[in-house]
């Protein structure tokens, strides 16, 4: 199946300095905020900020989920977007980002405030929905996505364009190849079976003498 911006076939994928940084920057950051859910949402007794943070932890959790499960699909199938979706991608990331600190860190601090804040209201709202932290995980992962059409995208595609007809020509001159062994074939067996005639009349002359 084709996907969306998929270069199926090119050798196009998101360099692996960003990939492998990435790939590890998540996970770490996954695995920390899962135990940071189980740490602050599992002890009643615990501090008030560490329960705040242990509930932010959940929506945040989900959004690394799919920015790793992204990350790799991004990487394997070799996608990349135009240069405005990476930005719009960006944009919305750092969105997503700055709403979360400006949500979160007032709950984090000795006084907290009374009731939910604005920002609070709008993450839990919007944000912290499983469906849209999954998309928005995604969408940091397109964010590191290489840009079609960039310099080293047409590279790509002319070494593929290249690659393709090599194989075209090769797979011609072995269909050459094997359409004159076939030919040298058939001319042989011709000629032995010329030959096993020849012996034949031979062999029925010399005995009528």
């Given at each position: 199946m084709q996907l969306p911006f998929s270069r199926r076939g090119v050798t196009y994928p998101m360099r692996g300095s960003v990939y492998y940084a990435n790939l590890v920057a998540i996970t770490?950051?996954?695995v920390g905020s899962v135990i940071l859910y189980a740490v602050g949402q599992g002890d009643a007794g615990a501090p008030s900020q560490l329960r705040a943070a242990g509930s932010y932890a959940l929506p945040v959790s989900i959004y690394l989920f799919g920015a790793l499960v992204g990350i790799i699909f991004v990487r394997r199938a070799s996608v990349t977007v135009p240069a405005a979706a990476q930005v719009a991608c960006r944009a919305a990331s750092v969105l997503?980002?700055?709403?979360?600190?400006?949500?979160?860190?007032?709950?984090?601090?000795?006084?907290?405030?009374q009731g939910v804040t604005a920002p609070a209201a709008?993450?839990?709202?919007?944000?912290?929905?499983?469906?849209?932290?999954?998309?928005?995980?995604f969408v940091y992962a397109l964010a590191w996505a290489p840009i079609t059409g960039s310099e080293a995208d047409l590279r790509a595609r002319e070494a593929e364009e290249r690659r393709v007809e090599r194989?075209?020509?090769?797979?011609?001159?072995?269909?050459?190849?094997?359409?004159?062994a076939r030919a040298r074939r058939r001319a042989?067996?011709?000629?032995?079976?010329?030959?096993?005639?020849?012996?034949k009349g031979k062999g029925k002359g010399a005995r009528g003498r």
């Open positions: 770490l950051l996954l997503a980002l700055a709403t979360l600190l400006v949500a979160m860190v007032p709950y984090l601090l000795p006084e907290q405030p709008l993450f839990w709202g919007v944000l912290a929905l499983p469906v849209v932290s999954l998309v928005l995980g194989e075209a020509e090769e797979e011609r001159a072995a269909m050459k190849a094997s359409s004159e042989a067996r011709a000629r032995r079976a010329e030959e096993k005639r020849a012996a």
